[in-house]
């Protein structure tokens, strides 16, 4: 019989998207003669036997629960050969055809004007040179790095930010700090009230999947989808967990706009909060814990600061407004009685909350306020005690693998490991840095630019009490920026207010960008000069799935699938060739080969203690063993539940502080953050509520979350998701447009039906979209999914690409607080009448003459002339 060869080899990969934190969802990748013909699940007995590993189990109610011995990526994981081979691919290098270095730059027309293809050569001099002019006629802190975001899981070949390891033996650049954008609201809230965790989520969460699972009776999944987002770092194991815990008994409860995906599956009822409104619904719950008395007194007394206060405000003594709930219930669009009930349950039943981060609820405007209430719900309830925590669903909490020490997240030892260009985008931090949300204001502002805390993702609390300058002194190097390398060119459709950046980067001011990337999307459309760089296929690697959340931890040695596409080479080797323009080949690689920084990378993993190299390089992978005390790990903060005195918290009093001294010595006048966490409605900076005057032209709240088939920026061009009805939807003129959903009441109220293409906007700029009319959203709201690809029809005006972050806030959290908001805010919705149409298409012939493919989006050649080829 003949046989038919479906695969010259397998590699391994961790298929999450994460980036530069480690693996997750892992996969095997079939390659036949140079082609990824297929991406499957791992299978994690390909080399090793089952009982050669020790697992863990949890029980509940006689069910159990085991990790699967295959791994679980999300879609676009198993999608990714599309992504690798995808139409948008940067071939070779690119040169804006209107810029020209010695002559007109034509800032103006960046995100216009198209590009022309240049040799390697002429590209990393080109860059060179920029960058030696710009160090001579300003200084090198005129040269602003972005070199941070997530991204393909790489370890040696990390996706981000190897540019700094260059530019700082050139003397130095500009930081862009990438703010905590996940989790902002507990970043600048909790962390003030449990002292702990370096991004201000409940840490330690030792063990708390187990202790919720055979303690909790309910679980409140506030803002938590854990159908879609477990999926862009881990798969699909939550999933798993929700399922087990329903066979369990344990009740789940939804709060969220809309009924997302884990709540059409998993919800014994879903709550619609209208976005950002949280706080009024958590202020109404502690009234009614107070006037029923059915809050733990005792833990109240011995474990937290502050109480008195948080009543005298609850109940009105300090404003005149008692918060009740017909006082929240107008706020928050939660009816009274749902509102009394959720909050009798919520003390009557043992109850833990999950967010996978938090959605919404902490990234809009003041998004410290529902996160520091959230803090005292869990403290009024025994926080600690069995079964009542906070998780970040499975991304921590999962038994411990034996011998797992360094995760490189949150590590201590990272920061002494300056050495490696491997962690480049965490080590190499500057004197003059700017955070990621007021980029766009450092170029177009007037004056220097003052902020407290750098909202560094690893940074101690007490950087929120610092106040910052860009530009700092003179006397220190302190200038302007000048010029622009990012490797991470999607500010535009994940930052605040994205028409802004779009006219920042047409600055005369910024006199270059430099570019390096995959795809030619988003910001590389504004850049003047971009590098070609490569996928997590075409290069070797060693990967460490060892992220919290990953069900079966393991390391893999990553070979390479494919040869590079194109003219295209990893990050780290597109900075060598431009380190060699100034003789810093050998700084930059120290003589390393990629085989000696693998081994040194599972050294550093504690890799003696493990397996041997020999064995890891046979085999390719290696599983952990489960530890086999880690049933004993003490659950979250069980310590500091049990013995408050001996196991203090992280904050001044070591209690849980409803009221925080540090705040409100240091911020008097902070109105937006006061020391007790409080119903803002709206501020100097911020009126995004539906009281508001704005509400009368912009009466819907936007809600955008994360995507469910692609990872932020990433993955939209994939063909095979694209087909999913809620990935795209196909307006009559053949493209796809990016979903936005909304309620019957309010599209029929508009003359709006399935399919239409409507435009969202409001004094920021105009969306296209495609209709997408369902019940799963509540009335008032609106939801388009961030991280849409950016297909600008008049820049920093009207959108086609359904980039919704163009038109989201541009201040930033609150006065204090470098956060981004990109939640919660006002716009309308009209249908797109055809003369409004034709009219774009008269006025902006060139936009709608892109070369585009609605099964993957804009090609490379509608921006590259010649780029057929
Ligand atoms: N409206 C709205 N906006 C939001 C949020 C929200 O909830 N709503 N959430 C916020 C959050 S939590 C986050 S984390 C941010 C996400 O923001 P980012 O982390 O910045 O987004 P990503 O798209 O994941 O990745 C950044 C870029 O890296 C690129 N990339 C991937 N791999 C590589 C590589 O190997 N090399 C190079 N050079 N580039 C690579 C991607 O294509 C992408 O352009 O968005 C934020 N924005
Ligand atoms: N598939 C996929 N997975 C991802 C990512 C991705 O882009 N795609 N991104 C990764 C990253 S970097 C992060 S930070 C995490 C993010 O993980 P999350 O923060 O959990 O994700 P979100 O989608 O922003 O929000 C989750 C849910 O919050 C609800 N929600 C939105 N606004 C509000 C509100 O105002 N109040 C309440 N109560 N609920 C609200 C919505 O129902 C939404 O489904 O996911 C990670 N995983
Ligand atoms: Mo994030």
């Not at 990748?29 to 991406?39: E, L, M, Q, T």
């Not at 879609?228 to 009740?251: D, H, M, V």
């Not at 802004?500 to 047409?506: D, F, I, K, N, S």
Request: charged share 25%; glycine share 10%; hydrophobic share 35%.
């Amino acid at each position: 019989m003949k046989t038919i060869k479906t695969k010259d080899k397998t590699v391994l990969r961790s298929l999450g998207l994460g980036g530069y934190f480690g693996g997750g969802a892992e996969g095997m990748v079939d390659v036949k003669d140079g082609k990824i013909v297929r991406v499957r699940p791992m299978r994690y007995g390909w080399k090793y036997d089952k009982s050669e590993v020790r697992q863990w189990k949890m029980t509940r109610n006689g069910k159990t629960i085991e990790p699967t011995w295959k791994s679980l990526p999300g879609p676009f994981s198993l999608a990714y050969k599309k992504r690798v081979y995808s139409p948008n691919r940067i071939k070779y290098p690119l040169k804006r055809l209107d810029w020209d270095p010695n002559g007109e730059r034509n800032t103006q027309n960046r995100g216009k004007s198209k590009f022309v293809r240049i040799s390697w050569d002429e590209a990393a001099k080109l860059v060179a040179d920029e960058i030696k002019r710009v160090h001579k006629e300003y200084g090198h802190n005129a040269v602003l790095l972005q070199g941070d975001g997530h991204g393909e899981c790489k370890t040696i070949n990390t996706p981000h930010g190897h540019a700094g390891v260059l530019l700082d033996h050139l003397g130095g650049f500009t930081l862009q700090v990438r703010n905590p954008d996940s989790w902002e609201g507990w970043y600048w809230g909790a962390k003030h009230v449990w002292g702990q965790g370096a991004q201000g989520i409940m840490f330690p969460a030792a063990n708390i999947v187990k202790d919720t699972t055979e303690n909790a009776d309910m679980v409140l999944f506030w803002g938590c989808d854990p159908e879609t987002t477990p999926w862009g770092f881990t798969g699909q194991f939550a999933s798993r967990l929700c399922y087990f815990w329903t066979e369990a008994n344990i009740k789940q409860i939804y709060i969220c706009p809309d009924l997302n995906y884990g709540a059409a599956v998993h919800a014994d009822k879903w709550i619609p909060v209208l976005p950002n409104t949280d706080a009024a619904l958590q202020l109404a719950i502690i009234y009614m814990w107070i006037i029923e008395d059915t809050y733990n007194k005792d833990y109240v007394e011995t474990h937290t600061i502050g109480f008195d206060k948080v009543k005298d405000y609850v109940m009105g003594e300090e404003d005149g407004v008692p918060k009740t709930p017909a006082w929240a219930s107008k706020k928050c669009g939660v009816p009274e009685w749902t509102i009394k009930a959720l909050a009798r349950e919520f003390a009557e039943k043992t109850t833990s909350i999950a967010h996978y981060f938090g959605g919404g609820m902490i990234r809009g405007a003041f998004a410290h306020e529902p996160a520091r209430l959230e803090c005292i719900l869990l403290g009024m309830q025994g926080l600690g005690g069995p079964g009542v925590h906070q998780h970040q669903l499975t991304y921590f909490g999962m038994p411990r693998a034996e011998g797992l020490g360094g995760t490189f997240f949150w590590n201590p030892e990272i920061e002494e490991r300056l050495s490696l260009p491997v962690f480049s985008s965490v080590t190499a931090w500057q004197e003059q840095v700017i955070p990621k949300t007021l980029i766009q204001h450092a170029i177009n502002r007037d004056g220097p630019i003052e902020f407290h805390g750098t909202g560094a993702q690893n940074a101690l609390v007490k950087d929120q009490f610092n106040k910052y300058t860009y530009p700092i002194a003179k006397e220190k190097g302190g200038v302007d920026i000048h010029m622009i390398w990012t490797d991470t060119p999607c500010r535009i459709t994940c930052w605040n207010y994205g028409n802004e950046t779009e006219l920042a980067l047409r600055s005369p001011k910024i006199e270059t960008i430099v570019a390096q990337h995959p795809w030619l999307e988003n910001d590389c459309l504004y850049a003047d000069i971009i590098l070609p760089a490569n996928t997590f296929m075409e290069v070797d690697d060693i990967l460490t799935n060892i992220r919290q959340g990953t069900m079966q931890p393991n390391i893999m040695i990553a070979d390479k699938a494919i040869e590079p596409v194109g003219e295209s080479k990893s990050d780290f080797e597109i900075v060598v060739e431009i380190g060699k323009q100034f003789d810093m080949e050998q700084t930059l690689t120290d003589g390393q080969t990629i085989p000696d920084l693998q081994k040194k990378i599972w050294e550093y993993m504690g890799g003696e203690k493990l397996v041997t190299w020999e064995q890891l390089k046979e085999k390719k992978y290696w599983v952990y063993n489960t530890a086999p005390d880690w049933e004993e790990d003490s659950p979250g903060l069980r310590n500091f539940y049990n013995d408050p005195e001996r196991f203090p918290l992280g904050t001044p009093t070591g209690k849980l502080e409803f009221y925080s001294e540090s705040l409100a010595k240091a911020f008097p006048d902070d109105e937006e953050r006061p020391p007790i966490p409080k119903w803002i409605e709206k501020s100097f900076n911020h009126d995004e509520r539906l009281s508001s005057h704005r509400a009368k032209l912009f009466p819907l709240l936007v809600m955008s979350n994360h995507g469910r088939w692609r990872v932020h920026a990433q993955c939209d061009d994939i063909t095979w998701t694209r087909e999913a009805p809620t990935c795209k939807v196909l307006g009559p003129d053949g493209y796809k447009y990016e979903p936005v959903w909304m309620h019957t009441s309010e599209a029929e109220k508009r003359g709006i039906k399935h399919g239409d293409i409507v435009k969202v906007f409001n004094e920021r700029g105009i969306v296209l979209a495609g209709a997408y009319v369902t019940e799963r959203i509540r009335p008032g709201v609106i939801s388009v999914d961030h991280g849409a690809r950016h297909d600008p029809i008049k820049t920093g005006e009207i959108e086609r690409g359904g980039a919704i972050n163009t038109i989201t806030p541009s201040p930033i959290t609150s006065k204090n607080c470098v956060g981004n908001v990109v939640q919660g805010y006002l716009a309308d919705v009209q249908r797109v009448t055809g003369e409004e149409m034709d009219q774009w298409r008269r006025d902006y012939p060139d936009a709608f003459a892109r070369e585009y493919d609605p099964d993957s989006g804009l090609r490379f050649d509608a921006w590259v002339i010649g780029g057929k080829k």
